[in-house]
């Protein structure tokens, strides 16, 4: 079954210390992105990945850190959470086509819910 | 101001109707237009994707864009509670999805 994992699905920290929310994908895909979504805004992207050891920020990369070391994993850490950081974020991949392929769908994972107190 | 302007909602509408949500953007060089569906505790799935002006017809749902207008819509036809859930427009400038911008999402309830 082609799936993207995100692990863990719920979290509670303290502010300052160090997290990483896993995110796996079994589609064979290239790109792999990190969402954020907050209330009245949307979702947001914090970073995202064209292929193994390629990454770039996306809108709001502030207080994150990713890579992408295997083609199949883009873990996204947290070096020093804070409050603001509490949100929904979401996983997301999909293919590299070609241009105007429709092929070019973005499989989203189930969502990490954190809380940053 | 956004890019991307979405009415959150909350929409209801009887069983049957004819629903239209709408997304306005700033950004004329946006060519991909995309809608997702994302149910409560769900992360979003894609349901319609439009490339530059024009409609989109897949079974209940039609996309329409507007580039001149820079507005797009989704229709959905016959409506059922299952279609109860929170629509995002979405759109990027290339097919190869490197950065898209999503709207804020309407939240739609389908009441029978």
């Known amino acids: 079954e082609a799936q993207v994992t995100q692990n863990p699905r719920y979290l509670i920290t303290v502010t300052g210390k160090k997290l990483t929310v896993t995110c796996s994908q079994n589609?064979?895909?290239?790109?792999m992105s990190w969402y954020r979504q907050d209330p009245g805004l949307g979702l947001r992207q914090i970073y995202y990945s064209m292929n193994v050891e390629v990454t770039d920020k996306g809108d709001v990369p502030e207080g994150y850190k990713v890579s992408r070391k295997e083609k199949r994993n883009f873990p996204l850490i947290l070096e020093s959470p804070s409050p603001n950081q509490t949100s929904l974020y979401f996983c997301?991949?999909?293919?590299?086509?070609?241009?105007?392929?429709?092929?070019?769908?973005?499989?989203f994972g189930a969502g990490t819910r954190l809380s940053v107190l | 101001q956004k890019e991307v302007e979405q009415d959150p909602g909350p929409l209801s509408v009887p069983e049957g109707a004819i629903v239209s949500l709408n997304c306005t953007y700033s950004?004329?060089?946006?060519?991909?237009f995309m809608w997702y569906r994302q149910y409560s505790r769900k992360g979003p799935e894609l349901l319609m994707y439009t490339y530059s002006s024009g409609n989109k017809e897949d079974g209940r749902f039609t996309a329409q864009v507007d580039k001149s207008s820079k507005y797009i819509s989704l229709f959905i036809r016959d409506s059922q509670p299952s279609d109860s859930a929170t629509y995002l427009c979405?759109?990027?400038?290339?097919?190869?999805?490197?950065?898209?911008?999503f709207g804020s999402g309407t939240r739609l309830s389908i009441r029978p």
């Open positions: 589609m064979n895909h290239e790109y």
């Open positions: 997301a991949s999909s293919l590299l086509v070609g241009q105007g392929d429709a092929k070019n769908i973005q499989y």
């Open positions: 950004n004329s060089a946006f060519q991909y």
């Open positions: 979405a759109m990027t400038l290339y097919s190869s999805a490197s950065k898209i911008i």
